[in-house]
């Protein structure tokens, strides 16, 4: 992987010296583990004039979850306990005679910002924008192998929990219980918090679970994740609980269920990120239900369980082969529940088969 690292580093050093940069700082984390394998709490990354160096408050952690440095990236550890990894950095930067550094302002405070100008008096400080999330979008086959692996991991808890009795059991034990098996199955964690929704909660998106017990007749919708080595997958699934499900459960469910079919169909090397959303949102709008529609249909996924692209109506863009997305419509009515159905898929071209589904649990409408 270390040639990786570099040559992700590369490119970001000519982005850099393109816009007239001679060193770059790079302090948020899932940006510093892309480039560097690894983001110990509270490092930071620094493409400097001469060497590129990982600047830690104390030595890297050993556990797999983690990650590892680049082996040929040197890791400098910080003097003193508590001081602040960014400012150390820049400092560095100025040893090197850089006479620019460019950082990430989206993500430093105002007060970080001071302190790096009043550090480094000599460096002009530049924005660094959102270039390395930008380098992040295309995944390579071993970031799309890590998804695929936490992937088969969601769907192995999922679909132990719904081998099990449910009813009587809380929103929030399903919770716990569907986290506790992700990471006995060989997850780093959750990649989200859990959503577990019954009933008159079902299909809310992001819904936090109750003390709300599950009864005969619900709607349950569940959206969990597991992080694999960093990397985050998403899926979303809707059943019907103990009994057949009644007739307007199942015309909810197969409108969503169409909207997301048509979402995944959309999903094409170059397809606009806006006409995926529309190839979704357009079955539900055709059906009435364009009133209080999530303000997405998706987004992408990786280091973090929310990155670009955004399928979203306004968004700007187009899709490129190897991104990873998710395509989760869903439609929530006030005091009756509602339907969610959620995959994470990798953007594939037509001679390559279409978009891989990555998440493969059955989305028929079971009653549990």
Same mark, same amino acid.
Not at 328 to 345: A, C, F, N, Q
């Given at each position: 992987?270390?040639?990786?690292?570099?040559?992700?580093?590369?490119?970001?050093?000519?982005?850099?010296?393109? +816009?007239?940069?001679?060193?770059?700082?790079?302090?948020?984390?899932?940006?510093?583990?892309?480039?560097?394998?690894?983001?110990?709490?509270?490092?930071?990354?620094?493409?400097?004039?001469?060497?590129?160096?990982?600047?830690?408050?104390?030595?890297?952690?050993?556990?797999?979850?983690?990650?590892?440095?680049?082996?040929?990236?040197?890791?400098?550890?910080?003097?003193?306990?508590?001081?602040?990894?960014?400012?150390?950095?820049?400092?560095?930067?100025?040893?090197?005679?850089?006479?620019?550094?460019?950082?990430?302002?989206?993500?430093?405070?105002?007060?970080?910002?001071?302190?790096?100008?009043?550090?480094?008096?000599?460096?002009?400080?530049?924005?660094?924008?959102?270039?390395?999330?930008?380098?992040?979008?295309?995944?390579?086959?071993?970031?799309?192998?890590?998804?695929?692996? +936490?992937?088969?991991?969601?769907?192995?808890?999922? +679909?132990?929990?719904?081998?099990?009795?449910?009813?009587?059991?809380?929103?929030?034990?399903?919770?716990?219980?569907?986290?506790?098996?992700?990471?006995?199955?060989?997850?780093?964690?959750?990649?989200?918090?859990?959503?577990?929704?019954?009933?008159?909660?079902? #299909?809310?998106? #992001?819904?936090?679970?109750?003390?709300?017990?599950?009864?005969?007749?619900?709607?349950?919708?569940?959206?969990?994740?597991?992080?694999?080595? #960093?990397?985050?997958?998403?899926?979303?699934?809707?059943?019907?609980?103990?009994?057949?499900?009644?007739?307007?459960?199942?015309?909810?469910?197969?409108?969503?269920?169409?909207?997301?079919?048509? +979402?995944?169909?959309?999903?094409?090397?170059?397809?606009?990120?806006?006409?995926?959303?529309?190839?979704?949102?357009?079955?539900?709008?055709?059906?009435?239900?364009?009133?209080?529609?999530?303000?997405?249909?998706?987004?992408?996924?990786?280091?973090?369980?929310?990155?670009?692209?955004?399928?979203?109506?306004?968004?700007?863009?187009?899709?490129?082969?190897?991104?990873?997305?998710?395509?989760?419509? #869903?439609?929530?009515?006030?005091?009756?529940?509602?339907?969610?159905?959620?995959?994470?898929?990798?953007?594939?071209?037509?001679?390559?088969?279409?978009?891989?589904?990555?998440?493969?649990?059955?989305?028929?409408?079971?009653?549990?």
């Amino acid at each position: 992987m270390s040639e990786v690292y570099a040559a992700r580093r590369t490119r970001l050093r000519e982005r850099c010296n393109a +816009g007239g940069s001679a060193a770059a700082l790079v302090t948020r984390p899932a940006n510093v583990r892309y480039l560097a394998g690894a983001a110990p709490h509270g490092a930071v990354l620094l493409l400097g004039k001469r060497e590129d160096l990982l600047v830690c408050q104390s030595p890297p952690d050993d556990r797999p979850c983690e990650g590892r440095p680049d082996d040929n990236l040197r890791v400098q550890i910080l003097p003193q306990p508590g001081g602040d990894a960014a400012v150390a950095a820049a400092g560095l930067a100025q040893a090197q005679d850089a006479d620019s550094l460019a950082v990430e302002e989206h993500h430093l405070t105002v007060a970080r910002h001071r302190a790096l100008t009043s550090v480094t008096p000599r460096l002009r400080l530049t924005d660094l924008g959102s270039a390395v999330e930008q380098l992040r979008v295309v995944k390579d086959e071993e970031e799309i192998s890590c998804l695929r692996i +936490g992937a088969e991991i969601a769907d192995q808890a999922l +679909g132990e929990l719904l081998e099990s009795i449910l009813v009587g059991r809380t929103e929030r034990h399903l919770a716990l219980e569907l986290e506790r098996r992700l990471v006995d199955h060989g997850a780093d964690g959750p990649a989200f918090p859990t959503s577990v929704a019954t009933g008159p909660n079902s #299909g809310r998106r #992001g819904h936090r679970p109750t003390d709300r017990r599950v009864e005969e007749g619900d709607f349950l919708s569940v959206c969990l994740g597991a992080a694999y080595r #960093g990397y985050r997958c998403e899926i979303g699934r809707t059943f019907v609980i103990g009994t057949s499900p009644a007739d307007w459960q199942i015309q909810l469910y197969e409108l969503v269920f169409a909207a997301q079919r048509a +979402g995944r169909e959309a999903l094409t090397p170059g397809a606009a990120y806006r006409e995926v959303d529309r190839a979704a949102r357009q079955v539900l709008d055709s059906a009435g239900y364009s009133e209080g529609l999530q303000l997405l249909t998706g987004h992408g996924v990786g280091l973090e369980i929310d990155e670009d692209p955004q399928l979203a109506p306004a968004a700007m863009g187009k899709l490129d082969a190897c991104v990873p997305v998710t395509v989760e419509p #869903g439609v929530h009515l006030p005091g009756r529940g509602g339907v969610r159905i959620d995959d994470t898929l990798v953007v594939r071209p037509e001679a390559d088969g279409g978009p891989e589904l990555l998440t493969i649990t059955t989305k028929e409408l079971l009653a549990l």
